[in-house]
């Protein structure tokens, strides 16, 4: 059955450094969100994407965060400069010809920043 | 923030019996909703949705009922097995599409 994937799985960053989360959706997937949930706390959208361009973001999602879809299967959000507060699972999620689709989610990566 | 809640944090039956697991929101603009299951060190697992044009799916041992007037919705799960023991998120959208609002979760525990 088709999967979402993540890499890395675990990411420790010094505050300021600059960090890369990699997701390869679905195939054939169009929709792609980044959500994040910090420990205790909901799971937050960040960001949705569709057609090369972000369709809505959220108030998180400030200019510290960029998203991109390199290449047809890899899609990766950046983080410029981290934060404590950045510290949190980062789940990536696609959805298929529609955005009212299911969204369905990867593993996750659980960054920590020190 | 709070548009969708899930007031009970966990939620302990034994195995064979019904979970009722509880959702409220409150943005009357939601029109549809999932529910995920999640296990520790996973990302959220899809198990079922309604659109809030019905008022009940049913997919095997998982029914998901819908109350608009209430804005409440449920998921029961009967018999609960052990393997269920998780944590259930309940979600909502709008136009049936974009970035989903998620509730808090409720901690599952189905004991032998």
């Known amino acids: 059955e088709p999967e979402v994937t993540q890499t890395p799985s675990h990411q420790v960053t010094q505050m300021g450094q600059e960090v890369i989360l990699r997701c390869v959706p679905i195939?054939?997937?169009?929709?792609f969100y980044w959500y994040r949930q910090i420990l205790g706390q909901k799971v937050e959208f960040l960001v949705s994407?569709?057609?090369?361009?972000?369709?809505?973001k959220s108030e998180i999602f400030d200019d510290q965060f960029s998203v991109e879809r390199p290449d047809g299967s890899n899609f990766t959000l950046k983080i410029r400069s981290t934060k404590l507060e950045d510290s949190a699972m980062y789940f990536c999620?696609?959805?298929?010809?529609?955005?009212?689709?299911?969204?369905?989610f990867g593993p996750g990566t659980r960054l920590l920043v020190l | 923030d709070q548009q969708v809640k899930q007031n009970s944090p966990s939620l302990s039956v034994q195995e064979g019996r019904i979970s009722i697991l509880n959702c409220d929101y409150t943005?009357?603009?939601?029109?549809?909703f999932l529910w995920y299951k999640k296990y520790p060190a996973e990302g959220p697992t899809f198990l079922i949705s309604?659109?809030?044009?019905?008022d009940k799916n049913e997919d095997g041992r998982f029914t998901v009922f819908l109350n608009k007037s209430a804005k409440h919705l449920s998921l029961h799960i009967v018999p609960s097995q052990p393997g269920d023991s998780a944590v259930y998120f309940c979600?909502?959208?709008?136009?049936?599409?974009?970035?989903?609002?998620f509730g808090q979760g409720t901690e599952l525990s189905v004991k032998p």
């Open positions: 999620a696609s959805s298929g010809w529609t955005s009212g689709e299911t969204q369905y």
């Open positions: 195939s054939n997937h169009l929709y």
């Open positions: 994407f569709y057609n090369n361009e972000i369709s809505e």
């Open positions: 943005n009357s603009m939601f029109d549809y």
């Open positions: 309604i659109s809030s044009i019905k």
């Open positions: 979600a909502a959208n709008v136009n049936q599409g974009g970035k989903l609002i």
